[in-house]
């Protein structure tokens, strides 16, 4: 395999593109598409978005300490674009996305009813980084669609139809590959 070496830039992808909501109390809620995003630890549940301080949604955020991130799917893909390059200083993107603000149950910051996953969030530390803050926030719950659940109580995320972004494209997911410790898992022995 030959390859080029190139210099620094953002190359870790699939990444999630997701729709983080927020709001102020008395303004309308506002969405803003989010990729730099990631899970930072699993006791306490925490996560960190980055976001330029020149977007709407950088002061609602940084001023209420909160807001949900809501998974997109196949259909919530051009809704996802959409909140990605219109502004809440010009527009009601729940308005012009025909989207349903959803109470939370731990915090003010409206979800998206129609997204199957919502993450309520709120944020522990901003931490400068250059072109982006982050914020690093503490998950505080988490809505998820019924009808992702088995007959079991299991959640079965690939009924949710989610997208992820790489290198400037909205992708479905494909086929599953494996599942967790499956590389290590023995073998049934096959009857013979
Ligand atoms: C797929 C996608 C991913 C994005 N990721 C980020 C991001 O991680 N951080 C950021 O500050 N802006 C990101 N943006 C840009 C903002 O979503 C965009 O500037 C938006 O219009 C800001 O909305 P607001 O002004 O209502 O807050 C992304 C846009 C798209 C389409």
């Known amino acids: 395999m030959s390859k080029q070496f190139w210099k620094p830039s953002n190359m ?3 990444l999630p593109a997701v729709m983080v909501s927020c709001a102020r109390e008395g303004e309308k809620p506002n969405i803003i ?3 730099w995003v ?3 630890c699993s006791d306490p549940v925490m996560v960190s978005i ?3 301080p020149e977007r709407y949604s950088y002061n609602i955020i940084k001023e209420t300490k909160e807001f949900v991130i809501n998974l997109t799917t196949e259909k919530l893909a051009r809704a996802t674009d959409f909140c990605g390059v219109r502004s809440g200083r010009d527009i009601d993107k729940f308005k012009e996305m025909k989207l349903t603000p959803m109470p939370s149950k731990k915090i003010k910051a409206p979800g998206i009813a129609e997204s199957p996953v919502n993450i309520e969030c709120k944020v522990k ?3 400068p980084l250059g072109s982006h803050h982050m914020f690093i926030a503490e998950v505080v719950g988490v809505s998820v669609d019924d009808g992702l659940l088995d007959e079991k109580g299991r959640l079965d995320l690939r009924k949710a139809g ?3 972004y790489s290198h400037g494209e909205y992708m479905s997911l494909g086929n599953k ?3 967790f410790g499956y590389s290590v898992q023995k073998r049934k022995k096959r009857k013979r």
């Open 177 to 179: 590959l494996g599942k």
């Open 33 to 35: 598409t989010l990729a």
């Open 12 to 14: 870790l992808y699939p």
């Open 125 to 127: 530390e901003v931490v």
């Open 38 to 40: 990631g899970t930072i």
């Open 162 to 164: 989610l997208i992820a």
């Open 50 to 52: 980055s976001v330029r």
